[in-house]
């Protein structure tokens, strides 16, 4: 029994051994070599060590900015960063989280084989945000851990092979073929990007004739665009504080160095989690694109959004500060109305609006790539808000999912399960 109590409660609920255990089936599976093997598991087992290191840094950073915010405001200031919010939901249902994103992966493999979607997500870190999100909305709706692994697993799989589709008319425009499809869950986003593109411009009239600074590209490096929005948003809240509220959380920093240190901390964090996510999910998706390849022929591959960069590089910049001044207006906004305001930080809006950019740009040229990039960056300012109430619930506060499919797919979770669970 003691044995039995070790491997069920120290191994089997350890969230790092679990999905190692994933990988090393996935790779005996295909037959790798020993080393291969070995080396697969431990990479994904450190990787999820990794994260959990940058989890709780970035939890650090979050609790003070959202302390000087509100006191400086008397609003939330939400940081939408589905990076930052499956940290906070790792570390409260680390072990049902990734249940919920191995039986994903295997229920997305069946919807290609046996339905018109044919489509694998290959995005392995945004099933994982997908699985977090999932994990959220039915622990808010009160549900145990078994059913929520269930309902979580095969929903993640349905919408992995559905959202692609609904992305893939525009995401044929763009790249001219039907090969690759869009694994970012910012589908519904892209496609309205596509449709408004179509209605306000013409692609005749692309971005890339356009002439753009060469300083702003990098914001396509994460690490500097997230230090730079970070270390600014990090200095209007503390002055806002004012000296004293600020001091009482710099344990001896000065109050104007104190912002400098905890906007370049959150990113260095946000790099920790990164990292670790790359590391361990790097192996787990190898091992099912081996099993998708050999039993589901004709599936097409939806791949990150920056696959789409080459396609038009002057619309991601362009898109990019569209959808940032599609943000920063709704903070604006939200400012006079909303108790919640969210704050535009640059990595999901670069990746988000160039994505969008790019789009808009392949059916309306840059008026298309401006106006629709504008739109989803209100949309992804608006779904946070929309949706962290509801993370609140379950003592996930400071952050929040941009991602517009994430956010139709948690209010449709929990407003219907309201009602079902009310009928009861």
Same mark, same amino acid.
């Given at each position: ?39 697969? /598991? ?22 003070? !900015? *959202?302390?000087?915010?509100? *006191? ?22 680390? /072990? ?28 392995? #870190?945004?099933?994982? +945000? ?18 929520? &692994? ?7 799989? !349905? $919408? ?7 992305? #893939?008319? +525009? ?32 692609? =005749?009239?692309?971005? =890339? ?33 004012? #000296? ?12 104007? &160095? ?27 998706? #190898? ?15 939806? @791949?990150? $959004? ?21 943000? @920063? ?23 988000? %609006? ?5 789009? %808009? ?7 298309? $790539? ?21 993370? =609140? ?5 400071? /952050? ?20 079902? /669970?009310?009928?009861?």
């Amino acid at each position: 029994m003691e044995l039995l109590k070790v491997i069920v409660f120290d191994l089997l609920s350890s969230a790092p051994i679990l999905v190692g255990i994933i990988a090393l089936t996935g790779l005996i599976l295909q037959k790798e070599s020993v080393d291969k093997v070995i080396s697969g /598991t431990l990479k994904t087992i450190v990787g999820f060590l990794v994260f959990g290191v940058g989890s709780a840094a970035a939890v650090v950073a979050l609790n003070s !900015f *959202q302390t000087l915010f509100a *006191q400086g405001f008397g609003l939330k200031g939400v940081l939408p960063l589905a990076e930052a919010v499956t940290a906070l939901a790792q570390q409260q249902f680390g /072990t049902t989280v990734s249940l919920v994103m191995m039986i994903g992966f295997l229920a997305n493999l069946a919807v290609a084989k046996f339905t018109p979607l044919k489509y694998i997500f290959l995005t392995g #870190q945004h099933n994982l +945000y997908l699985a977090a999100l999932l994990t959220i909305m039915f622990k808010a709706l009160g549900m145990g851990n078994t059913m929520t &692994v269930i309902l979580g697993g095969l929903l993640l799989g !349905f $919408c992995a092979a559905l959202f692609p589709a609904i992305a #893939q008319p +525009y995401m044929r425009k763009v790249t001219g073929d039907d090969d690759i499809a869009m694994g970012h869950y910012v589908t519904v986003g892209y496609a309205i990007s596509g449709w408004i593109g179509s209605k306000v411009g013409n692609p =005749e009239d692309s971005t =890339e004739n356009l002439k753009l600074p060469k300083w702003l590209t990098m914001f396509k490096d994460y690490v500097v665009g997230v230090s730079i929005t970070m270390v600014i948003f990090f200095y209007i809240a503390a002055i806002a504080a004012g #000296q004293e509220a600020t001091e009482q959380l710099s344990n001896g920093v000065n109050w104007l &160095v104190f912002p400098l240190f905890q906007g370049l901390q959150f990113a260095a964090a946000l790099y920790v989690i990164i990292t670790g996510v790359r590391l361990f999910l790097g192996e787990i998706v #190898q091992a099912f694109v081996g099993i998708s390849e050999t039993f589901i022929p004709n599936a097409k591959p939806a @791949l990150d $959004c920056p696959v789409v960069f080459t396609f038009a590089p002057t619309a991601t910049v362009i898109g990019f500060l569209a959808a940032y001044a599609g943000g @920063l207006a709704t903070m604006v906004i939200m400012g006079f109305f909303s108790p919640i305001v969210i704050i535009p930080v640059a990595v999901p809006y670069f990746f988000i %609006g160039a994505t969008a950019g790019v789009f %808009g740009n392949a059916t309306g040229g840059w008026k298309g $790539c401006v106006a629709g990039s504008f739109v989803v960056g209100v949309l992804i300012a608006v779904g946070p808000a929309l949706i962290y109430p509801i993370m =609140e619930n379950v003592g996930l506060t400071g /952050t929040s999912f941009p991602e517009t499919d994430f956010n139709i797919v948690g209010l449709l979770i929990y407003y219907i399960g309201k009602l079902f /669970t009310g009928g009861l």
